[in-house]
T-cell receptor, first 112, second 115 residues
Framework: GQQLNQSPQSMFIQEGEDVSMNCTSS?????WLWYKQDPGEGPVLLIA?????ELTSNGRLTAQFGITRKDSFLNISASIPSDVGIYFC????????????FGSGTRLSIRP | GAGVSQSPSNKVTEKGKDVELRCDPI?????LYWYRQSLGQGLEFLIY????????KSGLPSDRFSAERTGGSVSTLTIQRTQQEDSAVYLC?????????????FGDGTRLSIL
């Protein structure tokens, strides 16, 4: 079945550093989504990408929908302590929102 | 509130009992989704509703799992004869509609523990 390979699984970086994570798949997706999940809470949508090649920013976050439609990356610039959490990519196939495939997550930890 | 609401937030029950989890979607959202998240894992799709009907039940792990939605709003996920492997966080999400380009908004989940 469809799978998303998200990497890295975890990152431990210094405050102020830039962060980069990505998702790849052997399948083509029509929509890529990036979520952040804090402990005890549901995932919160950060960025949604709807078009191959699209580059979208949300504050210090930037994400891109790969040209091949099989990958996406998320960058966080100048990390701060509140960026700590688990980041999930998700891919959606087709015109229906019925099924969204989630990556296994990237756990971000930051040294102050 | 304005977000997706799930109850209970935590549920501890004995193996073999039935449990019922509730989801109140965002007002006006016609699509509703259930996911399961095991400790340290990503989200596993369970079932999706458009209005009161479930076009895609492919993710339900066994016939012990069922879900319904009434009035195009509240949904309940029922697990019968619970097993220890059912322990997980069950997340509900809603979106404006079942077509593309409608991001899902998640509740905080129900943490289910089977003793």
């Amino acid at each position: 079945g469809q799978q998303l390979n998200q990497s890295p699984q975890s990152m431990f970086i210094q405050e102020g550093e830039d962060v980069s994570m990505n998702c790849t798949s052997s399948s083509i997706f029509n929509t890529w989504l990036w979520y952040k999940q804090d402990p005890g809470e549901g995932p919160v949508l950060l960025i949604a990408l709807y078009k191959a090649g699209e580059l979208t920013s949300n504050g210090r976050l930037t994400a891109q929908f790969g040209i091949t439609r099989k990958d996406s990356f998320l960058n966080i610039s100048a990390s701060i302590p509140s960026d700590v959490g688990i980041y999930f990519c998700a891919g959606q196939v087709g015109s229906s929102a019925s099924k969204i495939i989630f990556g296994s997550g990237t756990r971000l930890s930051i040294r102050p | 509130g304005a977000g997706v609401s799930q109850s209970p937030s935590n549920k501890v029950t004995e193996k073999g009992k039935d449990v019922e989890l509730r989801c109140d979607p965002i007002s006006g959202h016609t699509a509703l989704y259930w996911y399961r998240q095991s400790l340290g894992q990503g989200l596993e799709f369970l079932i999706y509703f458009q209005g009161n009907s479930a076009p895609d039940k492919s993710g339900l792990p066994s016939d012990r799992f069922s879900a319904e939605r009434t009035g195009g709003s509240v949904s309940t996920l029922t697990i019968q004869r619970t097993q220890q492997e059912d322990s997980a966080v069950y997340l509900c999400a809603s979106s404006l509609g079942g077509t593309g380009n409608q991001p899902q908004h998640f509740g905080d989940g129900t943490r289910l523990s089977i003793l």
